[in-house]
């Protein structure tokens, strides 16, 4: 079976939950203090912005790794569903950590939310890689093994640092939080060396 099918399929989850994240930005009922009330909706573009740099950089990292998947089996389907059931759950976490920064209310369990559903992603992203590079059997002639590994031994690193990050979210809530878009913004910057896949991410 190609890819075709499961990278439609995949853009259109990624599309959906993308556009979703603007829902969570509700525009002020009255008028009369505009800028003011605009202002306070900072938490709402924070969580948004955030949200909106990761599903680009998931979707961007999911693209590159199927540059180099030529054949797809039913497992590498369900590694790649529960992919996008996390994704699709990241409106809803970027709306309960939204809420918690306006109301300032129950920020640790939002930070550790929010970070803890990233770490599944990666874990799900690696499990799609794994899947298809085990033995070699799904890859195609574009990449060789040592390179499929090294690509292996990067994506891990995702799901360790946000571990890392939702640790420290949950002495320091505003730090983890932080420390999650540092690693976000860090993981867009290209590799300027070796391989051309992008850094890895939850992915």
């Known amino acids: 079976m190609n890819t075709q099918r499961i990278e439609a399929f995949s853009d259109g989850v990624f ?3 993308i556009t979703l994240l603007v829902l969570d930005i509700r525009p002020p009922q009255a ?3 505009l800028a003011a009330d605009l202002l306070a909706l ?3 573009y924070l969580a948004y912005l955030i949200s909106f ?3 680009g950089l998931i979707w961007a990292n999911h693209h590159e790794m199927f540059q180099h998947i030529r054949r797809v089996d039913r497992m ?3 590694f790649n569903t529960l992919l996008l059931m996390n994704v699709a759950f990241l ?3 970027t709306a309960v950590l939204s809420s918690s920064l306006r109301e300032h209310i129950g920020l640790r369990t939002a930070v550790i939310l929010y970070g803890s559903t990233l770490v599944i992603g990666g874990i799900f992203f690696n ?3 794994e899947w298809a590079r085990y033995r070699h059997r799904l890859l195609g002639d574009s990449i060789a093994p040592a390179d499929a590994k090294a690509i292996a031994r990067r994506f891990m690193l995702g799901p360790t640092a946000y571990l890392v990050g939702t640790a420290i979210g949950a002495v320091v809530p505003v730090l983890g939080l932080a420390l999650f878009a540092a690693l976000i913004l860090f993981y867009w910057l290209p590799i300027t060396h070796g391989l051309h896949l992008s850094r890895s991410a939850p992915g």
């Open 91 to 93: 409106p809803f976490v």
């Open 15 to 17: 599309a959906i939950a």
């Open 42 to 44: 900072w938490p709402s």
């Open 31 to 33: 008028s009369a203090h």
């Open 127 to 129: 499990a799609v890689w």
């Open 53 to 55: 740099l990761l599903i």
């Open 76 to 78: 590498l389907m369900f």
